[in-house]
């Protein structure tokens, strides 16, 4: 399976304790994109890099919340002092983008999503 | 910030029948796209929509980028039982982030 993968697919865990999720891209793609979901709803943008550069944050990911892609290929996600709002499934997404940024047509892949319920 | 408003919110399909919703826009968006969304799994991408007017095809499923670039309608043709789910429309922002919709949830009549 050549898809975009998550781990963990399900994380339980309890108030005040740090996770971390790691997503791997297509391989080939060099954007990846991380977005929250809450029940009802649709994805929210957090954040996404190209390559190893992280290029934009969106004002949901407060200070406790940490994103890398130290090597431009698998990224994590970190969520420190977890809160019962961060309660979510976390999905990441990847592309493969030729143009600069903001160009290309930019066709994101969704992974199957990390479920974290904080209790 | 963007908003996209996707109707109808939710509806109940009989095998066979053709289904149609659509989504819009408050701006304008470059790239138009759908996917469809299973309890517990990542959105599938169904239909990606590069250009003002086009419709494009992927198997029963048919879906239009509107001229005025702010909306986008999907159809699918003589529904199946796997049919059923949540069908989100999402907007390319220039800086690359997608913008979704709140999504129309496929229900089987019984």
């Known amino acids: 399976d050549t898809g975009v993968s998550q781990d963990p697919r399900h994380k339980i865990t309890k108030r005040g304790q740090n996770v971390t999720f790691r997503c791997d891209p297509i391989?080939?793609?060099?954007?990846l994109y991380w977005y929250r979901q809450t029940l009802g709803q649709g994805p929210e943008f957090l954040t996404y890099?190209?390559?190893?550069?992280?290029?934009?944050k969106s004002r949901l990911l407060s200070d406790r919340f940490s994103a890398e892609r130290p090597k431009g290929s698998f990224s994590t996600l970190e969520i420190q002092r977890t809160e019962q709002g961060d309660s979510a499934m976390y999905l990441c997404?990847?592309?493969?983008?030729?143009?600069?940024?903001?160009?290309?047509?930019?066709?994101?892949?969704f992974g199957p999503g990390t479920r974290l319920t904080v209790l | 910030g963007q908003q996209l408003n996707q109707s109808p919110q939710s509806m109940f399909i009989q095998e066979g029948e053709d289904v149609s919703m659509n989504c819009t826009s408050s701006s304008i968006f470059n790239t138009w796209l759908w996917y469809k969304q299973d309890p517990g799994e990542g959105p599938v991408l169904l239909i990606a929509?590069?250009?003002?007017?086009e419709l494009t095809s992927n198997g029963r499923l048919t879906a239009q980028f509107g001229i005025t670039r702010k909306d986008s309608f999907l159809n699918i043709s003589a529904s199946i039982p796997s049919d059923v789910g949540i069908y989100f429309c999402?907007?390319?922002?220039?800086?690359?982030?997608?913008?979704f919709g709140a999504g129309t949830i496929l229900r089987v009549k019984s």
């Open positions: 890099f190209q390559n190893e550069a992280q290029l934009e």
């Open positions: 999402a907007g390319l922002e220039y800086g690359n982030k997608l913008v």
């Open positions: 929509l590069y250009k003002a007017g």
């Open positions: 391989s080939e793609h060099n954007r």
């Open positions: 997404a990847s592309s493969l983008a030729l143009g600069g940024r903001g160009g290309g047509t930019d066709t994101q892949y």
